[in-house]
């Protein structure tokens, strides 16, 4: 992350900011969304908020993230291309 920083590819650490993953699910953890689930009536099996998840966090913790605009022109892909190919080496 830092020398893709450094060659000014934006990146972001996935695994403090992923929303897809249960970490971030605290809606889910405490069933506070906005409609009713069938956990609403019947309850979870397992209780979210303790379970760990130590395989899938390990794999998790290991991503990183990085936009791509659909806006790039070729001559800016070439770019961020050419500067991820040259960090592939190191």
């Known amino acids: 992350m830092k020398l893709l920083g450094e060659a000014g590819i934006g990146v972001g650490y996935w ?16 069933l506070s969304m906005p409609y009713k689930l069938v956990a609403h009536e019947l309850g979870l099996p397992q209780d979210l908020k303790t379970m760990k998840f130590p395989k899938s966090d390990a794999i998790m913790s290991r991503l990183i993230g990085f936009n791509i605009r659909v806006t790039w022109t070729e001559a800016e892909l070439d770019s961020m291309l050419t500067k991820m190919e040259g960090l592939c080496g190191r």
Do not use: G, L, P, R
């Open 15 to 30: 695994y403090d900011n992923m929303f897809h993953y249960i970490k971030q699910w605290d809606h889910v953890k405490n």
